[in-house]
């Protein structure tokens, strides 16, 4: 569970006494909190130490894995072919309630509460989800894009208009060209406009893959290979 989460809202609005015909531009600002929680699962590697810093790859799970089960967040992801390799990752899965989509401003004070909490390499920090998770994870790094060393969105929409702010994210996005759920073109777009950028983010399209293009991806020891290879400095 977390503490309470500040945002600073700024909107237009009138603060001055009316005049007939006049015309008056006025800025209203107040601080608000916004209470946020969620439940998550936290997997150690083999030989864990608590005295040592890991890398931490945040998993966001699909709409399918929503509710208050939380072993529904392991049936698919990273968790298998991280144990089989004896990788280093402490893996940490929040999970949504049922029928709700990834929650911003929640994600990014578990960001703070995580790094605070666990014992983290911060210049190795990942992130990755899928159909659901995958627009998660494009919304959670443009927020904070100064966390993580790299992300890897699977099935999942982003923002173009705010590509610019991911230019120097390592990133590897993967989809199914068959995918009817979550449609191809709007991943496309996002990668398009980060190359626009300057961003030279790796792209993978499965030719014979539907809306499944996660487990072909989750079981590649290349991804987490690619991951480790990244570090943002601090």
Known sequence: MFHSYC???TILGLATTLVQGQETKEK???????DVAAQYIVVTPEGFNAQKKYPLLIFLHGRGESGDDLDKVKIHGPYKTVAKLKLPFIIVAPQTPLDERWD????SAMVDHL???LPVDRERVYLTGLSLGGFGTWDLALRRPEVFAAIAPICG???PSQAAKLKDTPIW??????????NLAGMTDMVNALYEV???ARFTVYPDAEHDSWTKTYE????YEWFLSHRREQ
Do not use: W
Request: glycine share 10%.
């Open 7 to 9: 945002l600073a809202l």
């Open 28 to 34: 209203f600002s107040a601080t608000i909190t916004k």
């Open 104 to 107: 911003g401003d929640m994600l």
């Open 115 to 117: 790094l605070e909490e």
């Open 157 to 159: 929409h982003g923002k």
């Open 173 to 182: 996005a993967f989809h199914g060209a068959r995918d009817q759920v979550v």
């Open 198 to 200: 300057g961003n030279n």
């Open 220 to 223: 590649n020891p290349k991804l």
